[in-house]
């Protein structure tokens, strides 16, 4: 049986350049204006996916531009097949650190991760904070209608044993979820942004061509 690699992202081959990196660093710079202006603006998912849409896909970018690259087997079952069909994905996974906080961009199976951990303890035990899954390569929702799965957009937020999790496409008209969720992101994204400024401003890193 033959293997191939998706090929899930059209530049993938190519690695990402120096401008698009510094568009991506952009676009989250932009999202975090619009959203900062717009909080109270956000009453359902449709708000949710006209702000947030694209920061999925920013994400992956910054995930390839700055991580390393793994592999990872995966299985498709087509119907009328009595067997599945396996290839090979591409994952990619980024850290930084600063100021006792760890950041990490993952992107995996479609879904951008971004998380913010605190760094404590001698062996540097990493708990984590926060966390925001979204769609890497679609939009969030068709006006109010999710166009992911309810599991394919959240945002966690953990404080000592009290766990918190924002579901947007479980509940589309649901006020505190959409606020809650973007909160996190936006506290995510900014996070991560400032960490990138201060780290290499205007660097794509290890994917640059």
Known sequence: M??????????????VSRAE?????DSLKRFLKIADADQFQVFALEDVSALASLVGHDLCVIAMAKGGESQERSWIINAGMNDPLS??????????????????VIVKDGLSTLSKS????????QPEDMRVVLPAD?????GNVPNV???SIYAMH????????????AEPYNVEIQRGFMH?????VEDLVRALLADSPGSPGKGQL
């Open 2 to 15: 033959q293997d191939w690699k998706f090929e899930l992202w059209p530049w993938e081959v190519e690695g």
């Open 21 to 25: 990196y510094n568009s991506t660093l």
């Open 87 to 104: 290839g090979l994905q591409r994952i990619y996974t980024f850290r930084m650190f600063q100021n006792n906080r760890e950041m990490s």
């Open 118 to 125: 605190a760094v404590v303890g001698l062996q540097s035990y």
């Open 138 to 142: 679609r939009d969030i929702a068709i």
């Open 149 to 151: 799965d309810v599991e």
């Open 158 to 169: 953990v404080q000592g044993v009290k766990r918190e999790k924002f579901l947007p496409a």
């Open 184 to 188: 996190i992101l936006r506290e995510c």
